[in-house]
Structure formats: structure tokens, C-alpha cells
């Protein structure tokens, strides 16, 4: 790679990556869990020339990797810029959760390539250094020395507010009259529900949502869409309509279909839904109560296409409910508070109109009267802390 930006000449450079594939049962996230936890500090000493000491990097990697499958460690993150303590910091915020270290001086080092780990039992090897423990307090204890979370974290998150805001300064609030219509559902009384899952150019969370709903007791079928010809279109669409015919559930899956875009991928899925052939289908799929769920691509596609909120393949106007672009220009990963407005669909079977609460997905078993178990967004009260229960 070579370049220059403004006044700055890029050197010829190589860059290059190492992908490795582990048990998802073994990967730690960086966060701390909770109190209580056990904060160590797996150190890396670096040669005189600050080169990697690579014989001691290997070691630490191996007595990580065996305390990991043992269970023993909860989260763990590696020392980059600003050393142990500015690690300590980023694993803090993620849960807002505190800690006190008495290893003051331990904690100041930039020690990079180190790794910083947590465990619920007390640990004891050579090779860690103890920190300290984490707390349920709004505070960093250095030693005798005491920081505020909430300071610390919003100077870490405003670093780029010059470039991607956090907050939007254009506030506004649209108020569109939320559909008055009761619960009428009446499942068909199946022992085993059939999902028909399409798959489309970009899509890639249907497997995940394949194992998901199988893991509750039901079928699955991928319908591809191939796009590659006028005749494989064609077959997509007869294997879509007939997939439809044979199943209780619709379901329409996420990723990245042309691009993620709402004008992309919502568009190019709705023009498939909006065909009169898996029209027709949809609208038949519809009168026999079928459920319809939407993830990311999916909901954006529903949205596009009228079965939300209308229910049925609307013509959508300039007052129809959309999805347009993030005027903000960042993605933001958070959990947020919504209520409850309309418990009209199946999804929200159990809830009621103005819970408010933090979404989780959760699978809820509603064979109630026959209804099939479904995958649905389940609200949990503010009061709950974020528990299930």
C-alpha cells in the first residue's frame, strides 16, 4: 500500500492480517461482568530494543488459552496505548462497573502486549501479577487515589464528537397514528412449524436463524434467490412461492444485501416480496395466519414494503412510516429504552400497551390454543435491572 494524503507522502507499506477460528464457547469479551471479579495482569517484557519478547508471548498465550477453557477467566482485554490503567478504564465502562486496584504502580505501566483478565476464584501462578477486584462503585481506586467513572467515560466517548456526534441536534418527532386493530391470531394447530427462510445477494444470518428456530422444535427451508439469469429468477420465484404454500412462518433475515442500505437492500428484497406471483403468495400465506418476523435486511424490507405496520403489501405515501439515512454518520451499538404501542401482532403476544422496557431476544413458547413457539422481542421492565425472569 502507497499514497500520499495532503502534504503527507505514504511509504510503500505491507500490511497483513492472521485469522484463526476458535469455539465461540471459549471467546472472552473485554468487559468486566460484574463485582467480585478477580483482576490480573498477565505481563509481557519486552526485549531491550522494545522488539516483542516472543518466547514469553507465546507462553502467556498458552496459560491463557488453557485458563479459557477451563472457565476460569470472564473477560480479558489486551494493553495497548496508555498501558494497564487506561485498559482498566475501557473494561470498566463497557458494564459501568468500578474497581480498586492496590498495584498502583503496576497499574501506571504502558506494559504493552500484556493481557489484563478477570476470574471469579482467586488464581495463583507466578506468572500474574494481582491487581485488585472490581466493585458495584462509580469510582476508579487507584491505591489511595480515586477517579469518577461517569468523567472519565464521557471524555473517552467525546473524543471524535467533532467528526461523528453522539447526539443529533436536529430533534424531531413525527406522531403517526398507531393502528387500532385487535389481536385476532388464529395459528393453525401444527405439531412441527415449517420457516421459510429466503436467502438474498448479501444475506448472511440465516443460519443463525436457522439454528435458532430448529433449536425450538421447528423445520427450516432456505429458498436462494438467484439473481444470475431471467430463468434462475424465475426458479427462485416458483421455489419461494411453493416454500410459502408449506409454511407457518415467513421469515426474513439480515446482513449486508446491497450494501445495507435502506434504498438498497429493503428495495431489491421488497421488489422480489412485490412480485404478483409472491404477492399473491404472501397475501394467501396472510389469510391462514401465517407469522411474518423481519431482522435488520428483513425489517427494513417489511417497513418498505407496507406488512409493517399496515399488515398487508400497502402502497406505501409521504406520511407511510420509513427508514432513511443516519444524518448522524456513526453506528451506534447501545441498549435502549422503547415502549410498547400496539400489542396488535403476535410477537408481542403477553405484553401490554405502554410497558416500556430494554429489548432482549428471548424465545417465549406461545403453543398456547396451538400456536407454534416463536422468536419475538421480548421487553424487560426498567425495574428488572435488565434480568429475565
Known amino acids: 500500500m502507497s499514497g500520499t494524503f495532503h502534504d503527507l507522502t505514504v511509504p510503500p507499506t505491507l500490511i497483513s492480517f492472521a485469522v484463526a477460528t476458535e469455539n465461540v464457547n471459549t471467546i472472552i469479551s473485554a468487559e468486566f461482568k460484574g463485582e467480585n471479579e478477580y483482576i490480573y495482569l498477565l505481563p509481557h517484557n519486552p526485549k531491550e530494543d522494545f522488539m516483542p519478547n516472543?518466547?514469553?508471548?507465546?507462553?502467556?498465550?498458552?496459560?491463557?488459552?488453557?485458563?479459557?477453557?477451563?472457565?476460569?477467566?470472564?473477560?480479558?482485554?489486551?494493553?495497548?496505548?496508555?498501558?494497564?490503567a487506561a485498559t482498566l478504564?475501557?473494561?470498566?465502562?463497557?458494564?459501568?462497573?468500578?474497581?480498586?486496584?492496590?498495584?498502583?504502580?503496576?497499574?501506571?505501566?504502558?506494559?504493552?502486549?500484556?493481557?489484563?483478565?478477570?476470574?471469579?476464584?482467586?488464581?495463583?501462578?507466578?506468572?500474574?501479577?494481582?491487581?485488585?477486584?472490581?466493585?458495584?462503585?462509580?469510582?476508579f481506586v487507584f491505591e489511595n487515589e480515586e477517579i469518577?467513572?461517569?468523567?472519565?467515560?464521557?471524555?473517552?466517548?467525546?473524543?471524535?464528537?467533532?467528526?461523528?456526534p453522539r447526539v443529533n441536534k436536529e430533534k424531531g418527532k413525527v406522531n403517526?397514528?398507531?393502528?387500532?386493530?385487535?389481536?385476532?391470531?388464529?395459528?393453525?394447530?401444527?405439531?412441527?412449524?415449517?420457516?421459510?427462510?429466503?436467502?438474498?445477494?448479501?444475506?448472511?444470518?440465516?443460519?443463525?436463524?436457522?439454528r435458532a428456530f430448529e433449536r425450538e422444535g421447528a423445520t427450516s427451508e432456505f429458498v436462494v434467490f438467484n439473481n444470475l439469469s431471467p430463468q434462475n429468477i424465475e426458479q427462485s420465484l416458483q421455489k419461494l412461492e411453493q416454500s410459502l404454500e408449506q409454511s407457518q412462518i415467513l421469515m426474513l433475515s439480515g446482513g449486508f444485501s446491497a450494501g445495507d442500505e435502506p434504498d438498497g437492500s429493503a428495495k431489491y428484497i421488497v421488489s422480489v416480496l412485490r412480485n404478483q406471483r409472491i404477492a399473491n403468495a404472501i397475501q394467501r400465506f396472510l389469510d391462514k395466519d401465517g407469522l411474518i418476523l423481519g431482522i435488520c435486511?428483513?425489517?427494513?424490507?417489511?417497513?418498505?414494503?407496507?406488512?409493517?405496520?399496515?399488515?398487508?403489501?400497502?402502497?406505501?405515501?409521504?406520511?407511510?412510516?420509513?427508514?432513511?439515512?443516519?444524518?448522524?454518520?456513526?453506528?451506534l451499538s447501545m441498549m435502549v429504552d422503547v415502549r410498547v404501542s400496539s400489542v396488535a401482532s403476535p410477537w408481542l403476544y403477553g405484553d401490554k400497551v405502554g410497558d416500556i422496557g430494554r429489548t432482549f431476544a428471548l424465545w417465549q413458547d406461545l403453543r398456547k390454543n396451538g400456536t407454534p413457539r416463536a422468536l419475538r422481542a421480548r421487553l424487560v421492565p426498567k425495574h428488572t435491572n435488565g434480568s429475565l425472569s
Do not use: W
Open 54 to 84: 516472543t518466547e514469553q508471548l507465546k507462553s502467556n498465550f498458552d496459560l491463557f488459552i488453557a485458563l479459557a477453557k477451563e472457565g476460569k477467566i470472564k473477560s480479558a482485554m489486551s494493553v495497548k496505548e496508555g498501558g494497564v
Open 297 to 331: 435486511n428483513g425489517f427494513q424490507a417489511l417497513v418498505k414494503s407496507g406488512l409493517l405496520p399496515y399488515g398487508d403489501m400497502a402502497q406505501l405515501t409521504e406520511n407511510s412510516p420509513t427508514l432513511t439515512f443516519n444524518s448522524m454518520g456513526q453506528h
Open 89 to 139: 478504564a475501557k473494561m470498566a465502562f463497557g458494564n459501568r462497573v468500578g474497581f480498586e486496584v492496590n498495584q498502583h504502580g503496576t497499574a501506571m505501566n504502558l506494559s504493552l502486549g500484556s493481557l489484563v483478565f478477570t476470574s471469579d476464584e482467586k488464581l495463583e501462578n507466578e506468572a500474574f501479577i494481582y491487581l485488585g477486584k472490581t466493585t458495584d462503585s462509580p469510582k
Open 176 to 210: 403517526y397514528p398507531l393502528s387500532e386493530k385487535k389481536l385476532h391470531f388464529q395459528p393453525s394447530k401444527v405439531a412441527q412449524p415449517k420457516v421459510c427462510l429466503p436467502v438474498f445477494p448479501g444475506t448472511n444470518c440465516e443460519y443463525d436463524t436457522q
Open 148 to 164: 469518577s467513572r461517569c468523567p472519565m467515560m464521557h471524555a473517552y466517548q467525546r473524543t471524535f464528537d467533532d467528526i461523528f
